[in-house]
Structures are given as structure tokens and as C-alpha cells.
């Protein structure tokens, strides 16, 4: 739209357009217009990784904007729409506010909503991390290489010194 510089796509049955669309909204700095765009892409499509991506990274921006609006998308979304914002809400609260406590929380959240989310264990074993609960950490980090098992190498530093500390605090 010309007017007022926001990339809208008409046919909303069309999931792959409200994708591009979120990505577009993203990146040209509107994040409530992109948040939403993600929102209905995931809900049409929620095992799209890619669109789950673009919800993670839409919610990281739109929530230090408005945390209300997102909280309360969230409350109303679908499960597997509701942990991937609930992911985006932890990132900020692990990335920008270092709020440890309360990201562990946002992802104790998200976890309930599916016990199979490699991410939310993925993030919950750095956040677990940063608080120094070692047994923790290390079990969501298994747990990610349970669901994922490529995820094994890509771990294993990180599970030796989660390791260490457990065995030399």
C-alpha cells in the first residue's frame, strides 16, 4: 500500500504469501503487521519451520513494543502457534532483559504446550545454563538430542562442560 508503506496480502488462504508478507512487514520495520502476518502462517502451516522462524523473530521485535498485544495473541492462539511466540517472549527475556528466572518460566510455559519442542528444551538448557542448574541444562540438552538427533554434535561441547561443571562445581 502506498499510503501507508505496508506490504498487505488480499487472500488469506494463501499461507506462503502471509509468510513473505510477515518477513516483508519484518524488515521494513512494522513489527505488529509482520507479527500478525506470522501468526496466520503458522496457525495455517505450524510444522513449517521456516514460518516458525519468522513468528520467533516477528514476537523478539513486536513484544518489546507492545508485550500486552503479543501476551494476549498468545492466549488465544493455538498451541503450536502459542509456543513458538512463547519462544520469541523467552529470547527477549534470555537476549535483552537477562532475566534468566523469567525466561525459564516462558519456557516452562511452552514445553507444557508440547513435550516434543526441540527448541524450547534447546533454549531452556542455555537459560539453565546462565542459572547455574547444571542437571537441568544437561537434561534438556539430551532431550534436544533425543527429538533431534543430529543436534549430538553440535551439542557435545557444550554437554561436556555442562558435564564438568556437574562433576567440578
Known amino acids: 500500500d502506498p499510503n501507508t508503506g505496508r506490504v498487505t496480502v488480499p487472500d488469506k488462504r494463501l499461507w506462503v504469501l502471509k509468510g513473505v508478507e510477515a518477513v516483508l512487514n519484518y524488515r521494513l520495520g512494522d513489527h505488529a503487521a509482520g507479527f500478525k502476518a506470522a501468526i496466520f502462517a503458522c496457525t495455517e502451516r505450524p510444522k513449517e519451520n521456516d514460518i516458525a522462524t519468522v513468528l520467533v523473530d516477528t514476537t523478539r521485535n513486536y513484544v518489546q ?12 492462539a493455538p498451541p503450536a502457534v502459542r509456543k513458538q511466540i512463547l519462544l520469541g517472549v ?4 534470555y537476549d535483552v532483559a ?8 516462558t519456557l516452562d510455559e511452552a514445553l507444557k504446550l508440547d513435550d516434543a519442542f526441540a527448541n524450547g528444551y534447546l533454549w531452556r ?6 542459572l547455574k542448574k547444571w542437571d537441568g541444562a544437561l537434561a534438556d540438552y539430551e532431550k ?7 543436534m549430538k554434535n553440535n551439542l557435545k ?12 562445581p
Do not use: N, W, Y
Open 157 to 168: 561441547a557444550t554437554m561436556d562442560a555442562v558435564r564438568k561443571q556437574i562433576e567440578d
Open 125 to 130: 538448557g542455555h537459560t539453565r545454563r546462565k
Open 98 to 105: 537477562k532475566d534468566f528466572a523469567a525466561c525459564e518460566s
Open 90 to 93: 523467552a529470547r527477549v527475556k
Open 144 to 150: 534436544v538430542c533425543e527429538l533431534v538427533p543430529s
Open 65 to 76: 513494543q507492545d508485550e500486552k498485544t503479543v501476551m494476549q495473541a498468545a492466549a488465544d
